[in-house]
């Protein structure tokens, strides 16, 4: 998807009326009442409470929901500008790092446990220096798997690591970097007040 915020919002619009529920915001981004209750705490989408004949009731504006559903959207990309600026970014974060990691420099950039890196290396997210489908172990630095650089580089920037939702510090620290980044692309694409 390569249109800017105008053209979708202008595509979808028409469909909706004003103001929805909560519970038609789950039926339009296709979520459950538990994900719409955590998107409206945090703010992501803004939302005011109306008195109605059966009580209390949130009053969405359709605009903001087409705009989270945007961001979503744009965030979830596997290939965009913003894609290639974040790897930038993380290139230069592991500037100091060999051209071949062990599970320890992942665990060290990363802040996630041993058990978590190796179950991401089991399930294959994260790849290893592999030859004849084998994967190859360090000798020179302590015994271990491999993980060629680039290969870590995708890891870091594609879809399962960036929307890991309960983050280790150092990577909580790492998405406000990125947050930022993600703000100007999508001012490129005529959105503002970004919020992932």
């Not at 041993?114 to 991401?120: G, S």
């Not at 290396?121 to 084998?134: C, G, I, S």
């Not at 510090?169 to 947050?179: C, D, F, L, S, T």
């Amino acid at each position: 998807m390569k249109i800017n915020f105008d053209e979708y919002y202008h595509s979808q619009i028409g469909h909706y009326p004003e103001f929805v529920t909560q519970k038609e915001m789950c039926a339009i981004l296709g979520i459950c009442k538990s994900t719409a209750y955590s998107i409206l705490s945090k703010g992501s989408i803004p939302f005011e409470y109306v008195s109605t004949s059966e009580g209390r009731r949130q009053k969405i504006q359709i605009a903001d929901i087409l705009r989270y559903q945007y961001e979503k959207m744009c965030f979830n990309e596997l290939e965009n500008e913003y894609v290639e600026v974040l790897r930038q970014y993380y290139q230069k974060q592991l500037s100091g790092f060999p051209q071949l990691l062990l599970v320890s420099d992942v665990m060290q950039f990363t802040g996630y446990s041993k058990t978590t890196i190796n179950n991401w290396l089991q399930r294959n997210v994260l790849k290893t220096l592999q030859y004849k489908n084998k994967r190859i172990q360090s000798f020179r630095r302590g015994k271990g798997l491999l993980i060629p650089k680039d290969a870590f580089l995708d890891f870091l920037t594609g879809l399962y690591y960036r929307n890991i939702t309960r983050k280790s510090e150092i990577h909580k620290a790492q998405a406000e970097q990125y947050e930022q980044l993600f703000n100007a692309f999508m001012s490129k694409r005529g959105v503002l007040n970004v919020q992932l």
